[in-house]
């Protein structure tokens, strides 16, 4: 008799925390605010490698106000659509240098070496595996234009 008590106490306590659950996440989802203006993201470098795209993307709020010597976390995309690899988004510390003449793009999740891009535009390195001799847009350009 007891054992029969201790299991329908002991499936409506497991029922009780159920419900507590499932409630406490929907919720969460109620509440959940959306992201704010510093979640806004925008390219600042795009670039073209041999069948991948690469591309940079900062906070708006430094969108036209980077200063030398700054840094900032924002996204670095590979773009490996083409090979039906997709295209990731990795965070990377993004790097003005103090003569504001370079940029260096940090992808310090996967240990790379830190990608030096001129301002100007240029060709460069990022990944050893598919991003070789990528051209790169000039710093800041929203539409740049590779081949001229």
């Known amino acids: 008799m007891r054992r029969t008590i201790a299991m329908i106490d002991r499936r409506g306590f497991v029922k009780r925390g159920l419900v507590a659950a499932i409630s406490l996440c929907v919720a969460t989802a109620a509440f959940a605010k959306p992201p704010g203006a510093e979640a806004v993201m925008i390219r600042m470098i795009a670039c073209e490698g041999e069948g991948v795209r690469m591309e940079v993307y900062l906070p708006l709020s430094v969108d036209r106000h980077m ?22 988004l990795e965070p990377v510390r993004v790097t003005l240098s103090a003569d504001e003449k370079t940029v260096t793009v940090d992808q310090y999740l996967r240990g790379l070496p830190p990608t030096r891009i001129p301002v100007a535009g240029g060709t460069v ?3 050893q595996r598919f991003a070789r001799h990528a051209k790169c ?3 800041q350009s ?3 234009n590779f081949r001229n």
């Open 142 to 144: 929203q539409d740049p």
């Open 67 to 88: 200063r030398g010597g700054q840094s900032v976390i924002g996204y670095y995309t590979l773009d490996l659509t083409d090979v039906n690899k997709g295209k990731p």
């Open 137 to 139: 847009g000039a710093f």
């Open 125 to 127: 390195d990022f990944d």
